[in-house]
RNA sequence: GCGGACGUGGUGGAAUCGGUAGACACACCGGACUUAAAAUCCGUCGGCUUCGGCCAUGCGGGUUCGAGUCCCGCCGUCCGCACCA
């Protein structure tokens, strides 16, 4: 028999399908079904974790469409972004090249998996096709308000003359200059998330995302933040100087307006107007201020950052005791939520506790807990912030704080002070960029007209070439001279001297509405409103829940934009979602803990038993003569004559069962081992920089892309983490090598074969299959469908007996479900078989119910809750006859000897038979 | 600190509704085939055992005829948010 050669195999089922073009979007959809794996960033390589996610989504495709629906599956590329810039810095090329050459690149390596996607519709959002009506969208949702202009602080490294992205500000300073980096207030372009975040909120618990996990709603329930609560102002009184002009009073933000009475100081965040109002004259303040905005921003530095302060020569009055209460500027407090101002309540609220007790100031108990004394109860160094009675609180006495509430602010409310308001911890998105490898944004300003959106008969706004040398550079080449002629041009209103928007937009802009373009993709629009709605929302969009609230809650804002522009119909992008869990690897290091490459390492096994103390004395002695020390890698290899390197591998060897040696590739292009240990460290996500990563062509090359593909989806559930290994690819391609066999062995048994009748155990173990797989691929258990199928495999041994139609039956549901998850071995088999036609087309296997039930049961029968025998009756039978086997079963008499059977409790099971039965005796 | 998820053999994991704990796979071990090895095939595979059983799902309690599953309290791991008033 010939032994299964996955790569021509493989290639000749992709050309098949190419030339069938089996992937095609039908055009008009009775029955759609549109599913989607998150688009990749072309960063130059896919890994295995690629392989995951599209292998999966491939599952989810070629099972619906073997089920009959019309599915749309594309492909494109999350192609704008830093690293390409970055690159091109370093090699001095240009962005748009190392991008597209990635592309090409990775679209091979894809290809080569074999998955059932439609490239027609293929983009990158580099394309000028796609950014153009983009910028159609941002004019659109300039032109109806959902776009603003505001100041906004960013990141400014004074020595690169640049501004950074978060993730390029490291302990406070540039990621490239190391200086320390400025924070300053630039203009920026912002889309008004904030105005949707009711609507964001609720459609996370109304019905609208119920096929989303759990953990994700909840997810971005916390990113939206909403609280309720007051706000109010507290008039303000100077003590010295002067309040700036046209300030009263001080507006705050709280949600524990029961707790007024218990006010000690009010709190402004250090770059709150107030704060700066007075820094003007006060050397001290000024300084301490410039100290908080130089704190750092690690979340490590917050945590061990102490509460400190600074008086403001100005007081409070609190609207229902007339106390003046002091004003601090206070660290701690954050400009960007609420007001930036706060009434401080030490009693109730740990950093105000902290603080009071820095700076002195009264802590008066207004909450009293459920069992402390009210005459008494008193705060030490923790604050109480549970439930209890309001006390020392005039009219709010002897209310429960959730009374207390609603009784404060329809108070404040009354006496005009303030009013109950809903606020939420989500901010407005900003989009600027300060780069050039991005969407530009389609804007001109004029020095008389202000900010000019380019029209829309105008667009695309293109990115002007610039040569590759100009990346070498810091900063954006948009804004210096090499883009004068691009940027500088005459204002579309008055026709003055104006000038081109520099930023570009956020790469989240890129991938808000990719899903949409893919399912139509007109000339002149971002999307044709009928197909588009003829095929969203995604009916299952699958990706990495590292993207479970930016992109995620960025697509859902750009879908209700796009419905109020007319565009679609729908508010939710993605009607069911499922997060995968990542591929992770072992981590190897060398003697200087640096990363070594999977590729370059060996593992030695010791070869026999394990050797004893003395027995390895022995061989270190005599290892310049001990012929054969090792196998490595299943080959004899003479590692060393070093004596010291020689124990010390087996040292290891024996201790951990194995030990990595480096390998490297000297002269003759041979690889070899070196002297030199690896050290095996825990698994980790893979990533280029712990040089842990795993290449699909490699395994391609050795195991096949089906192999690949089936092991990646078996062993652990798909939403968990799974660590790639050698010997988990291998046993994955000795199921495909095991299936092939199988059918080769059965060739043509599909041609003629009659209609199989009766209800063996093959035709059982046949339906019973196909329904529990169907049901698995369903519910996302495909661990649990992969292992149904090694079990249905290893049912099938005995086929030689077994009637032609039942043989074929069982093969043909074989090749039929194997298709999803090993889609060229399933046509090879299909051929071999002498199926129809591709076995993508044809349709999915239906198990008939009389099969899915037994005739007989084995039912267990506990003895006081301990099984101690089963016993074997008609699925049909009935209580008094199961009752009756289970008590005559002779374990279940020896355990009942010398003892009262107190009752006998039978279950049925559910459609017919029984579970279990339980005597109870005593 | 707040919120969430999870804890099962040497390993990944299964057990769908409270009903036979360990499906399926990996590793290891034994056997067959072979001059030998690889590959392949077959078998054993939680621990202890006086071979009757006993003990086992992070730990300690509880509910129940029956608990990996439900409840309470710990311990541990992972994830998200984090001075959000």
């Not at 395994?699 to 660590?723: C, H, K, T």
Request: hydrophobic share 40%.
């Amino acid at each position: 028999m010939a032994k299964y050669d996955p790569k021509p195999i493989e290639e000749k089922w992709q050309a098949r399908w190419r030339e069938a073009e089996s992937f095609a979007t039908p055009k008009d959809p009775k029955n759609p079904y549109y599913v989607l794996e998150m688009f990749p960033y072309p960063s130059g390589r896919i890994h295995i974790g690629h392989v995951r996610n599209y292998a999966m989504g491939d599952v989810v495709a070629r099972t619906k469409r073997a089920q009959g629906y019309d599915v749309l599956h594309p492909m494109g590329w999350d192609a704008f972004g830093l690293p390409a810039e970055n690159a091109a810095m370093q090699t001095g090329g240009h962005p748009r090249d190392w991008t597209y050459g990635n592309i090409e690149v990775m679209r091979g390596q894809l290809q080569r998996m074999g998955l059932a996607l439609d490239w027609s519709r293929e983009f990158a959002t580099c394309d000028e096709a796609y950014y153009g009506q983009q910028q159609r969208l941002f004019l659109d949702f300039l032109s109806r308000g959902f776009v603003e202009r505001k100041e906004s602080m960013v990141n400014w490294d004074p020595v690169d003359h640049t501004v950074l992205a978060n993730e390029q500000v490291i302990d406070g300073k540039g990621w490239r200059s190391g200086a320390p980096v400025e924070r300053r207030v630039l203009s920026q372009w912002f889309f008004k998330i904030t105005d949707r975040a009711e609507d964001l909120l609720a459609a996370l618990d109304d019905g609208r995302l119920a096929g989303w996990p759990e953990h994700v709603r909840q997810m971005q329930r916390n990113w939206i933040g909403k609280s309720k609560g007051l706000k109010m102002a507290f008039p303000l009184t100077a003590q010295a100087g002067a309040l700036p002009e046209g300030t009263r009073d001080l507006p705050i933000y709280t949600t524990r307006p029961d707790t007024l009475y218990g006010a000690s100081f009010l709190g402004v965040a250090p770059d709150h107007p107030l704060a700066k109002h007075f820094a003007h004259d006060d050397p001290g303040l000024a300084q301490f201020l410039t100290e908080c905005q130089a704190a750092g921003t690690s979340e490590e530095a917050i945590e061990k950052a102490e509460k400190r302060g600074y008086r403001l020569p100005v007081t409070g009055r609190h609207p229902f005791t007339d106390e003046e209460l002091p004003v601090y500027v206070a660290n701690f407090i954050l400009m960007t939520y609420g007001t930036g101002a706060i009434f401080a309540c030490p009693a109730h609220d740990q950093r105000d506790l902290d603080f009071a007790r820095k700076y002195d100031l009264p802590v008066k108990p207004v909450v009293c807990p459920p069992d402390a004394d009210p005459a008494t109860f008193e705060v030490g160094d923790e604050a109480f912030t549970d439930p209890g009675t309001i006390i020392n609180s005039d009219f709010l006495d002897g209310l429960p704080v959730e009374e207390a509430l609603p009784a404060a602010i329809a108070k404040i409310e009354e006496m005009g002070w303030g009013e109950g308001t809903t606020n939420y911890r989500l901010r407005d998105w900003g989009v600027s960029r300060q780069r050039y490898w991005g969407c530009p944004i389609p804007v001109i300003h004029c020095d008389a007209c202000g900010a000019v959106p380019v029209p829309q008969d105008q667009l695309p706004v293109t990115l002007p070439d610039v040569p590759a040398e100009e990346f070498k550079k810091t900063g954006n080449p948009l804004d210096r001279d090499v883009c004068k002629d691009w940027r500088e041009v005459p204002c579309l209103s008055c026709s003055g001297p104006a000038r081109r928007e520099t930023d570009t937009m956020d790469t989240f802009v890129d991938s808000s509405w990719y899903y949409a373009r893919f399912a139509s993709q007109p000339e002149g629009a971002p999307v044709a409103k009928a197909e588009a709605d003829a095929w969203l929302p995604v009916n299952q969009y699958i990706g990495g829940i590292e993207h479970a609230i930016l992109h995620l809650l960025y697509a859902r804002y750009f879908m209700r934009n796009m419905k109020d522009c007319g565009y679609t119909d729908r508010d939710e992008p993605f009607e069911n979602l499922f997060t995968q869990g990542m591929v992770t690897h072992e981590t190897y290091r060398d003697h200087l803990f640096q990363y070594v490459s999977p590729d370059d390492v060996e593992f030695i096994k010791w070869d026999g038993s394990e050797p004893s103390d003395g027995e390895l004395r022995r061989m270190w002695d005599n290892a310049k003569r001990v012929s054969n020390p090792v196998i490595l890698n299943r080959e004899e290899h003479q590692l060393s004559d070093d004596p010291d390197f020689f124990r010390g591998v087996i040292d290891v060897a024996k201790r951990e069962g194995r030990a990595g040696i480096r390998l490297f590739t000297p002269g003759s292009g041979k690889r070899e081992p070196i002297r030199e240990f690896v050290r095996i460290l825990p698994i980790e996500k893979m990533s280029k920089s712990k040089k842990n990563v795993v290449s699909p062509d490699a395994i391609a090359d050795r195991y096949g892309a089906d192999a690949a593909r089936f092991f990646m989806l078996s062993d652990s559930p798909p939403e968990r983490d799974v660590e790639w290994t050698e010997s988990g690819v291998e046993g994955a391609s000795r199921f495909v090598n095991r299936v092939y066999d199988l059918c080769a062995a059965h060739e043509g048994v599909l041609a003629g074969a009659g209609t199989p009748e009766g209800t063996s155990d093959l035709r059982r173990a046949t339906h019973g299959t196909v329904q529990g797989v169907t049901d698995d691929i369903a519910a996302f258990r495909f661990n649990k469908a992969i292992a149904r199928l090694y079990e249905f495999l290893g049912s099938l041994k005995g086929l030689k007996d077994a009637p032609a139609p039942e043989t074929a039956e069982a093969l043909s549901a074989l090749a039929r479900l194997v298709a999803p998850f090993c889609p060229h071995l399933a046509e090879e088999c299909w051929s071999a078989l002498g199926g129809q036609g591709l076995v993508c087309d044809a349709p999915w296997p239906i198990a008939e119910p009389s099969l899915l039930q037994a005739d007989t049961v084995t039912v267990p029968v506990q003895v006081g809750g301990k099984k101690r025998g089963e016993v074997t009756v008609a699925a049909d039978a009935d209580r008094e006859t199961v009752e009756a086997a289970a008590l005559a079963e002779p374990a279940v008499v020896r355990f009942l000897e010398g003892k009262e059977v107190r009752k006998v409790i039978a279950v049925p099971n559910k459609p017919s038979g029984w579970r279990i039965v339980n005597v109870v005796a005593g």
